[in-house]
């Protein structure tokens, strides 16, 4: 069965670092883009960071030098690595998958996790 589980969410200083992983049973290795997006309360969900089945890595140019992802294809799991942390990367995180290319545009996956959250305070 394809599953999206986030977990590693939690409450950091800003300044510090995270580390969120999304179990992806059946989508790594697929064929499919495994992507991170955030929502902040009150604002669109955007995209952060995805992998695609070729090792591709693209990064949101919001995040860019400080957030990047990984994948380990031997347990089926997506890292998210997020490093000086400011209280505006506060957000509930998500885990979400498509056949393809890793486009960061929320309307274009249809496979989504749970979310995680992640709290940055200052």
């Known amino acids: 069965a394809q599953v999206l589980v986030e977990s590693g969410g939690g409450s950091v200083q800003a300044g510090g670092s995270l580390t969120l992983s999304c179990a992806a049973s059946?989508?790594?290795?697929?064929?499919?883009?495994v992507a991170w997006f955030r929502q902040a309360p009150g604002k669109e969900r955007e995209g952060v960071a995805g992998i695609d089945v070729n090792g591709r890595t693209t990064i949101a140019a919001s995040v860019k030098g400080r957030f990047t992802a990984s994948k380990d294809k031997a347990v089926d799991t997506l890292y998210l690595h997020g490093n000086n942390l400011k209280p505006e990367d506060t957000a509930m995180y998500y885990c979400?998958?498509?056949?393809?290319?890793?486009?960061?545009?929320?309307?274009?996956?249809?496979?989504w996790g749970q979310g995680t959250q992640v709290t940055v305070s200052s």
């Open positions: 059946g989508y790594i290795g697929s064929g499919y883009c």
């Open positions: 979400a998958a498509r056949p393809g290319s890793c486009a960061m545009l929320s309307r274009l996956y249809n496979n």
